[in-house]
């Protein structure tokens, strides 16, 4: 059964950093592209960051280059982003993504139940 479980998430101060993890299970991890995507109240969901699976090649919105880190663990079969200098605008659901292809060549979607990530003072 395929399984993404964000954590990290919570409640922190404008300038503040917080690490988002998404533990995979279920699929061959390392052959997925992988990526963040977030949904504040009230809008749509909105992509983050994203990683490829070989290259691991990385790719941001432009509202979060030079704050968020994405990367990847292989071996643990986890992604992270880092998230440094978080504003207001960054409150939202956090939730991660993997896209790839099964042994039979279907393209497969992955989707997390999300991390709750607030930006207050």
Same mark, same amino acid.
């Given at each position: 059964?395929?399984?993404?479980?964000? /954590?990290?998430?919570?409640?922190?101060?404008?300038?503040?950093?917080?690490?988002?993890?998404?533990? $995979?299970?279920?699929?061959?991890?390392?052959?997925?592209?992988?990526?963040?995507?977030?949904?504040?109240?009230?809008?749509?969901?909105?992509?983050?960051?994203?990683?490829?699976?070989?290259?691991?090649?990385?790719?941001?919105?432009? /509202?979060?280059?030079?704050?968020?880190?994405?990367?990847?663990?292989?071996?643990?079969?986890?992604?992270?982003?880092?998230?440094?200098?978080?504003?207001?605008?960054?409150? $939202?659901?956090?939730?991660?993504?993997?896209?790839?292809?099964?042994?039979?060549?279907?393209?497969?979607?992955?989707?997390?139940?999300?991390?709750?990530?607030?930006?207050?003072?």
């Amino acid at each position: 059964q395929v399984q993404l479980v964000e /954590s990290g998430g919570g409640l922190v101060q404008p300038g503040g950093s917080l690490r988002l993890s998404c533990a $995979a299970s279920g699929f061959t991890f390392s052959k997925y592209a992988m990526g963040w995507y977030r949904q504040a109240p009230g809008k749509g969901r909105e992509f983050v960051a994203g990683i490829t699976s070989v290259s691991g090649t990385t790719n941001y919105t432009d /509202s979060v280059k030079g704050r968020f880190t994405i990367a990847r663990d292989n071996a643990k079969s986890t992604l992270y982003l880092q998230m440094n200098n978080l504003q207001l605008e960054d409150t $939202a659901v956090y939730s991660c993504k993997a896209v790839g292809r099964a042994a039979d060549s279907t393209l497969h979607a992955y989707w997390g139940r999300g991390t709750q990530v607030t930006v207050s003072s």
